[in-house]
């Protein structure tokens, strides 16, 4: 099955026309984010999320977009080297691994600070004023 029609975003129907297309996926998700908690940095089940969605996507008819992926670990674990767990592969693809990533308009960062997102905003309320 090909999905060859859609909803435009922000529409009122929107949200719900999405829901009806992904009502069948079976891990938790939060539209296009998956996460995962576990305190195993080194445990597989993110991987395994990704295989089973990109196995969804594809009995689906859809497509992830590999380089739109983005990675970001949350690890407050000092003894941990962020380089040496394991990147996340989708399609053959390395995602990126990424230090912050903009949710819903808010900048999420790898140590949960909100120094990013408060200096986004600075930036973007002077080119208002100035």
Not at 20 to 39: E, G, Q, R
Request: hydrophobic letters at 45%; a negative charge.
């Amino acid at each position: 099955m090909v999905v060859e029609a859609g909803t435009l975003q922000g529409t009122v129907s929107g949200l719900n026309d999405f829901k009806l297309v992904i009502n069948d996926l079976t891990f938790n998700t939060c539209y296009a984010t998956v996460l995962i908690v576990s305190k195993d940095v080194y445990d597989v089940t993110l991987q395994t999320a990704a295989d089973d969605l990109v196995h969804w996507a594809h009995s689906n008819g859809m497509m992830i977009h590999t380089n739109k992926t983005k990675e970001l670990i949350i690890c407050f674990n000092k003894t941990v080297n962020a380089e040496d767990i394991p990147p996340l592969c989708i399609n053959g693809n390395n995602i990126d691994r990424v230090t912050t990533f903009k949710l819903l308009g808010v900048f999420v960062s790898s140590d949960l600070s909100w120094e990013y997102h408060v200096m986004y905003l600075l930036r973007k309320v002077a080119n208002v004023l100035y």
